[in-house]
């Protein structure tokens, strides 16, 4: 079992800039892919950026050159630097894990709303 705890959502205005954090905890060895996917409002729940166990980071389109992954695994958590943040960008992010094969899991944390006014 994998525990995620996010953090760092909130209200900016457009062109700001925010940090996500996503706390990883319980059985963190197992932890392959680790990221982010976001969910705006009538819309289907979306990739924004993952990173595999190597530190190769994988982005959507959308956020390519405003938004960065990177992974720490001294701490188990993950980061989302989000710049030139636009209003599009409004929704709740989730942070999301696969666990390594042959018994691959997914897991989700809580989320946290980001809202990018105009």
């Known amino acids: 079992q994998v525990q995620l705890v996010e953090s760092g959502g909130g209200l900016v205005q457009a062109g700001g800039s925010l940090r996500l954090s996503c706390a990883a905890s319980g059985s963190t060895f197992s932890i392959n892919i680790i990221g982010w996917y976001r969910q705006a409002p009538g819309k289907q729940r979306e990739l924004v950026a993952v990173i595999n166990s190597g530190g190769v980071p994988n982005y959507a389109d959308s956020v390519k050159g405003r938004f960065t992954i990177s992974r720490d695994n001294t701490k188990n958590t993950v980061y989302l630097q989000m710049n030139s943040l636009k209003p599009e960008d409004t929704a709740v992010y989730y942070c999301?894990?696969?666990?390594?094969?042959?018994?691959?899991?997914?897991?989700w944390g809580q989320g946290t709303q980001v809202t990018v006014s105009s």
């Open positions: 999301h894990t696969l666990t390594q094969p042959p018994f691959s899991s997914i897991y």
